[in-house]
T-cell receptor
Framework: DTGVSQDPRHKITKRGQNVTFRCDPI?????LYWYRQTLGQGPEFLTYFQNEAQLEKSRLLSDRFSAERPKGSFSTLEIQRTEQGDSAMYLC?????????????FGSGTRLTVV | GESVGLHLPTLSVQEGDNSIINCAYSNSASDYFIWYKQESGKGPQFIIDIRSNMDKRQGQRVTVLLNKTVKHLSLQIAATQPGDSAVYFCAENIWVLTGGGNKLTFGTGTQLKVEL
């Protein structure tokens, strides 16, 4: 296992279009997290899954955002009707259950640019 | 509201010197902290973590100090190298009430620049 993989690495889209990102976590990790990071800021929590169940969503996750993890493995994050304010780096992380497991492993992120 | 913050946005050091990056936190219930390194265009990379029942933890060239009295965390990098140039974040682990999970809250970050 080579870590957390995210696809695509970069996405440029026109305002109003829908986009979907994919995250493949470390295979034995049952928790998967999505974060958003804008330039000069730390990552902000969006949502997380325990296996296939989505257990927490941030207020940052508007109705235009939806995340799924259908089989408890990979996850997708879809943004509908993109806006320029959605431009950011979208990071996925995975971990084992519990808060003291050596941290979370992050992917390299998907950089979204809305024009 | 409660947050994790950093004292200095940019730190410049000479190659070979020691670096100290500081972080203040305000959530007194936090019991686990992590330092991450993030290079341009990459995701955060785990460096070292510490539990609240410890005040010091050492790794390879890195040491994290935790002062719970003043809610302060620091990362010390010994013999700083050009490859250490990056943005460093401290992150605070908090429990998520729903489902009993946990999540990280990050500060803004400190840019470490290593000068030759």
């Amino acid at each position: 296992d080579t870590g957390v993989s995210q696809d695509p690495r970069h996405k440029i889209t026109k305002r109003g279009q829908n986009v979907t990102f994919r995250c493949d976590p470390i295979s034995e990790h049952n928790r998967l997290y999505w974060y958003r990071q804008t330039l000069g800021q730390g990552p902000e929590f969006l949502t997380y899954f325990q296996n296939e169940a989505q257990l927490e969503k941030s207020r940052l996750l508007s109705d235009r955002f939806s995340a799924e993890r259908p089989k408890g493995s990979f996850s997708t994050l879809e943004i509908q009707r993109t806006e320029q304010g959605d431009s950011a780096m979208y990071l996925c992380a995975s971990s084992l259950a519990g808060p003291r497991t050596g941290g979370y492993t992050f992917g390299s992120g998907t950089r979204l640019t809305v024009v | 509201g409660e947050s994790v913050g950093l004292h200095l946005p940019t730190l410049s050091v000479q190659e070979g010197d020691n670096s100290i990056i500081n972080c203040a936190y305000s959530n007194s219930a936090s019991d686990y902290f992590i330092w991450y390194k993030q290079e341009s265009g990459k995701g955060p990379q785990f460096i070292i973590d510490i539990r609240s029942n410890m005040d010091k933890r050492q790794g390879q060239r890195v040491t994290v100090l935790l002062n719970k009295t003043v809610k302060h965390l620091s990362l010390q990098i010994a013999a700083t190298q050009p490859g250490d140039s990056a943005v460093y974040f401290c992150a605070e682990n908090i429990w998520v009430l729903t489902g009993g999970g946990n999540k990280l809250t990050f500060g803004t970050g400190t840019q470490l620049k290593v000068e030759l």
